[in-house]
């Protein structure tokens, strides 16, 4: 059936969440699942290009409409 959850990876500038984020990705988008990503500390932009650097191209979960990224600027706060 139909689940749902949430994961939070919450980092900072001082500890980058980013290596525990792009495991925890990969294997959701792998695994086909709808994953929403809520970019507060960094731009979208960022993740996807360091995402990118890890070998994961998160474009094409994104055309695919399988990933949706979500700024800090969009939910109306200040990056």
């Known amino acids: 059936g139909d689940r749902g959850g949430l994961l939070l990876v919450r980092d900072t500038l001082q ?21 929403v990503l809520v970019a507060l500390l960094q731009s979208p932009e960022k993740y ?14 994104i055309d695919a409409g399988q990933l949706r990224l979500i700024g800090a600027g969009a939910l109306g706060l200040a990056t």
């Open 48 to 61: 996807t290009y360091c995402l990118r650097k890890m070998g994961v191209n998160l474009q094409q979960y």
């Open 15 to 35: 500890a980058s969440g980013v290596f525990v984020m792009q495991a925890l990705l990969r294997r959701a988008l792998q695994m086909g699942e709808q994953v």
